[in-house]
């Protein structure tokens, strides 16, 4: 029964979302309050309907109903109830029906909480998120139904792939929906204003929230699948510039120039034709990423739920939304009044900056991940790793770490150079000491991982500076900074913030990928192995029972070398029957901002003939920061939200919304 | 400056083109230059030894052959990849992916020694046992040992079996 009501859901939705397209756009055309309101009103009822269409699916996961297709390929009665609940978004079907709740969610918030919204640009922008949604949901019942009923249900379910039952896993799909279909407002804001030929600084202002919003559920999302990837699969990579990684990479980099290019346009009406290029590019990249995520036209270490023939229709769905967006930006934008005027130094033109390399960032890794679709065409298999983002990517951003402290410490309109340098001489010369003792410090000379801390500092302390700079730190009397701090608005901390960790972030990407430290030996209980300052020991090897799955356990305790107990790690193999797949659970030390990560491998005889296991172990020095950087630049992100300046109540009230999502 | 343009409008659209201008160029050079080596070809079996040069770093794909999984205590690990006509020899140093397996397609990235054996510096992983990587379904397709059902066409999605 529950199958039927939710396909039932889902096929009204589409109704609804049709109606609000049109009610919306009606009322757009005619003036009529009541095609608006109606419009209003089906946006509503379609984010309701997929709810209630989600909740099906939710309630046959959790009952384990495995008559229906998707249910059977991706649960079964011996996972525990939280994998059952992510198996939900662990399958291509869900994982769509997930899309279209957060488009229909955001829709309907649109409709709920612009009212402070111009009302043609309001019913516009409700009657494009209308058109985004008839599209998703079409594509979810027509092609992707995930209620479809098998003829003969089984009786037990394939579960879902092990790999995926792991608490940061659960949660990455919704964060990066959330984050990715956010970025439908934007986009639909900017078709809307390029309809009505009128983009100004209150544009701006209304696109700002949503953006922030999004980007930072987004960074919160891409730091959780790259966490994941670090501890879960084992080789403690948290970044491989794999295809489906710069899926999700496209659209940050986009969503993070529109932040800043939206700033411009509304506090000095400069760059709208800019601002709203970078609105439509940034859902284009959302959705190219769920195509290529999907499609699996390019080969990717972590490619779930593939299905060539609907990439084709997301493919279809990608051009004729991004197609329609892209050709009335062509059509409308020369009409559009050119933007204020501003001085080479300036702060608009450091953000102009920003964007340009934030642009030719993403457009570089948009080359990278597409081109061996290029060879595709030659007949020719070719990939594209590592090396060639590192030669591209690290430059541009490098550059553009190099200016971003000057940029918030710039005038607008017109600015002194010499002033913002001598505010930031501080920052430069511990930047400065901290690239030379990376370099004395360290035996392999490693000049890259030098210059990343250098810029890391840099960009820290820089963002710091200006922060005391505000409150006027050590200038005036510490009661009077204090009042400062609580007087500034929340906006310009969440900058601070976001740029702290941005700074933090790179410290601890180019420290930790420069010294990590790699030990592997096959060890007999008892046997120990070296690791840099410590020894690990292999105590023991011990048999666990998990609810549906067992294991290996490896009993390692770590000690320095003079024999001072420092920390246990336990490392997992586990066995999923039912998926017949090994897993490897990773043993972690947390050592401060360093992390002691411990493998246990498989079964190898000693040259003596007993048998042992393969420990591998790696010493990850600063990793810590690569995680804590990005989720303070998201909780930079949700503080600026709670500006009041940013006339928030829109978004503020919309979380909600996507914590729903969440669930 | 007199060969500066009169109107500040267009003064400022100079500033940013002679901004981005070298930007731009900087971001083509390194694009073109990275793709030297960054691009890495793709061969099967049957096309690997002739098509690839020792030392240079290239992707092998196919099935592991069945029984020719050997794990040495220094913690190395050899397997054949095979396309069923051609077997070449890998051996790679490290943590071998969870759903690696006899039968089973893989993707392996490395260079060939003089020997003529090809060292692995990446055994690429795969999430899912549904999953085939597209270039190798393309390989074997080519020759002819692509079979519908054998454990990893990602069809099986679509039509469930019953679990065993």
């Known amino acids: ?663 | 400056m007199a060969w500066l343009p009169k109107s500040r409008k267009a003064r400022r659209r100079l500033t940013i083109i002679a901004a981005a201008a070298p930007i731009l160029a900087a971001a083509v050079g390194l694009s073109l230059y990275a793709m030297g080596d960054g691009v890495v070809f793709f061969y099967g079996p049957s096309e690997a030894h002739s098509k690839a040069p020792i030392g240079r770093v290239v992707r092998i794909g196919g099935l592991v052959e069945a029984g020719s999984v050997a794990r040495a205590a220094d913690g190395s690990v050899s397997f054949k990849v095979t396309d069923r006509q051609v077997a070449i020899p890998v051996t790679y140093r490290g943590d071998l992916p969870d759903l690696f397996r006899e039968g089973q397609g893989v993707v392996t990235q490395g260079a060939f020694d003089n020997a003529g054996v090809f060292r692995a510096s990446q055994v690429l992983a795969k999430h899912d046992e549904r999953y085939m990587p597209p270039e190798v379904a393309r390989a074997l397709k080519a020759r002819g040992e692509w079979k519908r059902g054998e454990g990893q066409g990602a069809d099986q999605a679509q039509t469930p079996r019953p679990a065993a």
């Open chain 1, 1 to 663: 029964m529950t199958a039927e009501l939710g396909a039932f859901s889902l096929v009204l939705a589409l109704v609804f979302s049709l109606a609000q397209a049109v009610l919306s756009a009606a009322g757009r055309v005619t003036g009529a309050q009541a095609f608006r309101r109606a419009g209003e009103g089906a946006a509503l009822a379609a984010f309701l309907a997929v709810a209630a269409a989600f909740l099906a699916l939710t309630a046959a996961f959790v009952s384990s109903d495995f008559s229906i297709a998707y249910v059977a390929n991706n649960s079964h009665t011996d996972k525990p109830l939280i994998y059952k609940i992510a198996g939900v978004w662990g399958g291509h079907e869900g994982s769509l029906l997930l899309w279209c709740l957060a488009l229909t969610g955001y829709g309907a918030a649109v409709a709920l909480f612009g009212e402070r919204l111009p009302r043609n640009l309001k019913s516009l922008t409700v009657a494009s998120q209308g058109v985004l949604g008839v599209l998703f949901i079409g594509f979810a019942v027509f092609a992707s139904n995930a209620f479809l009923r098998l003829p003969t249900p089984p009786v037990e379910g394939r579960s879902l792939n092990p790999l995926l039952q792991d608490p940061a896993l659960a949660l990455h799909p919704p964060f990066l929906y959330a984050g990715y279909v956010g970025l439908s407002v934007p986009f639909s804001l900017a078709v809307a204003a390029l309809i009505e030929g009128r983009i100004d600084a209150a544009w701006a202002r209304w696109v700002r929230p949503w953006t922030l919003a999004a980007w930072s559920l987004l960074t919160v999302g891409i730091t959780l699948g790259a966490f994941w990837a670090y501890y879960e699969l084992g080789w403690g990579g948290w970044w491989a510039w794999d295809p489906v990684e710069n899926a999700s990479f496209m659209p940050w980099l986009a969503s993070a120039a529109l932040l800043h290019s939206a700033v411009v346009t509304e506090k000095r009406g400069a760059l709208p034709g800019w601002t709203v290029f970078l609105a439509l590019l940034a859902f284009s990249f959302s959705m190219l990423g769920a195509f290529l995520v999907r499609s699996g036209i390019l080969t990717s270490v972590h490619a779930f739920a593939v299905d060539p023939t609907r990439g084709v229709i997301l493919v279809g769905i990608m051009l004729a939304a991004a197609g329609a967006g892209f050709g009335l930006f062509a059509w409308r934008v020369p009409n559009l009044a050119p933007g204020g005027v501003f001085a080479p130094i300036s702060r608009e033109a450091s953000l102009v900056l920003n964007n340009l390399f934030l642009a030719v960032a993403a457009a570089v890794v948009f080359v990278g991940t597409l081109f061996p679709l290029l060879f595709e065409a030659l007949h020719k298999t070719i990939s594209i790793g590592p090396p060639y983002f590192n030669l591209t990517f690290a430059p541009l951003m490098g550059a553009a770490l190099l200016v971003l402290p000057a940029g918030p410490l710039l005038a607008w309109k017109r600015a002194d150079l010499k002033g913002v340098w001598q505010r930031l001489m501080l920052a430069a010369a511990l930047a400065a000491g901290a690239a030379i003792l990376t370099l004395a410090l360290h035996a392999p000379i490693a000049v890259f991982a030098a210059i990343g801390v250098g810029l890391g500092v840099w960009v820290a302390v820089g963002a710091l500076l200006e922060a005391a700079q505000r409150v006027r730190l050590f200038k005036a009397p510490l009661a009077e900074s204090l009042r400062r701090v609580g007087g500034l608005p929340r906006g310009s901390w969440g900058m601070t913030l976001a740029h702290l960790g941005l700074g933090l972030f790179v410290m601890g990407a180019a420290y930790e990928t420069a010294y990590r430290v790699e030990a592997a030996e096959v060890l007999a209980p008892g046997g120990s192995l070296r690791l840099g300052a410590y020894v690990l020991t292999l105590d023991s090897v011990v048999g666990v029972a998990g609810p549906n799955y067992s294991a290996e356990r490896a009993r390692i305790s770590v000690t320095r070398a003079n024999g001072a107990p420092v920390c246990k790690a336990e490392p997992e193999r586990r066995y999923y029957p039912v998926n017949r797949q090994q897993t490897s659970e990773v043993g972690l030390c947390f050592k401060g901002l360093n992390d002691l990560y411990v493998v246990a491998g498989d079964a190898r005889a000693l040259p003596n003939g007993t048998e042992g296991r393969l420990i591998r172990a790696y010493w990850n020095p600063w990793v810590r920061l690569i995680f804590l950087g990005p989720l303070l630049m998201a909780i930079g992100g949700a503080l600026s939200l709670s500006d009041r300046r940013l006339r928030l109540a829109a978004a503020q009230r919309a979380a909600p919304v996507t914590a729903e999502a969440r669930a």
